[in-house]
Nanobody, 120 residues
Framework: QVQLLESGGGLVQAGGSLRLSCAAS????????MGWYRQAAGKQRELVAT???????NYSDSVKGRFTISRDNAKNTVTLQMNSLKPEDTAVYYC??????????????WGQGTQVTVSS
């Protein structure tokens, strides 16, 4: 069983920064794409940023230029550096990973979520 453990959420004022981290643990062969998604109250979960195993990144337009996603393949971790935070960034942030649990099979895993609150 693979687990994703997130850390780094909290309360910050508008214009501030936070850093989210997510570590994968358990029996796995390899991790393919990793990413961060968020869900604000009363809204659907949306993509924030993704990163492939080779380091190619993709960002939603709403965070482009403010957030940076990175990963450490040796440690099975993914990090989201969030700068210039806005109140509309307030949400529960979820880590996601496409994990090769065997050489033939990929499964999708989610973290438990971490709250990010940006005050105006």
């Amino acid at each position: 069983q693979v687990q994703l453990l997130e850390s780094g959420g909290g309360l910050v004022q508008a214009g501030g920064s936070l850093r989210l981290s997510c570590a994968a643990s358990g029996k796995l062969f390899r991790i393919n794409a990793m990413g961060w998604y968020r869900q604000a109250a009363g809204k659907q979960r949306e993509l924030v940023a993704t990163i492939t195993g080779g380091g190619d990144t993709n960002y939603s337009d709403s965070v482009k230029g403010r957030f940076t996603i990175s990963r450490d393949n040796a440690k099975n971790t993914v990090t989201l550096q969030m700068n210039s935070l806005k109140p509309e960034d307030t949400a529960v942030y979820y880590c996601n990973a496409g994990v090769m649990v065997t050489i033939f099979r990929q499964s999708d895993y989610w973290g438990q979520g971490t709250q990010v609150t940006v005050s105006s």
